[in-house]
């Protein structure tokens, strides 16, 4: 099982700027790819970005594709989610995620077994 701990979520303006970060710790070897997936309120769990942990290969949904970068850190066993130009509709609790499997394309959320607690992005008009 890997652990997984999101840092980085808080309040910004329209326009502004967050960096998300994920540590994973525990069975960190066995992890192929992670992802960022994000829930606003009243709204299913949906599919940001995802990277492979080996290869560096990246995958974006594509309201962020331009603004949003996944990048990982193997040495540190982190994953960063940088946001750009964000607006209002990226509000949403931000969940990592990791698994085993090697990503090709858009994930599923059932693709992932690992899951972080979540941290909340709220960005004001």
């Known amino acids: 099982q890997v652990q997984l701990v999101e840092s980085g979520g808080g309040l910004v303006q329209a326009g502004g700027s967050l960096r998300l970060s994920c540590v994973a710790s525990g069975r960190t070897f066995s992890t192929n790819s992670m992802a960022w997936f994000r829930q606003a309120p009243g709204k299913e769990r949906e599919f940001v970005a995802a990277?492979?942990?080996?290869?560096?290969?990246?995958y974006y949904a594509d309201d962020v594709k331009g603004r949003f970068t996944i990048s990982r850190d193997n040495a540190k066993n982190t994953v960063y989610l940088q946001m750009n130009s964000l607006k209002p509709e990226d509000t949403a609790v931000y969940y990592c995620?990791?698994?085993?499997?090697?990503?090709?394309?858009?994930?599923?959320?059932?693709?992932?077994?690992?899951w972080g607690q979540g941290t909340q992005v709220t960005v004001s008009s």
């Open positions: 995620a990791a698994t085993t499997d090697i990503v090709r394309g858009i994930p599923r959320r059932a693709d992932f077994r690992s």
């Open positions: 990277t492979t942990w080996i290869s560096g290969n990246t």
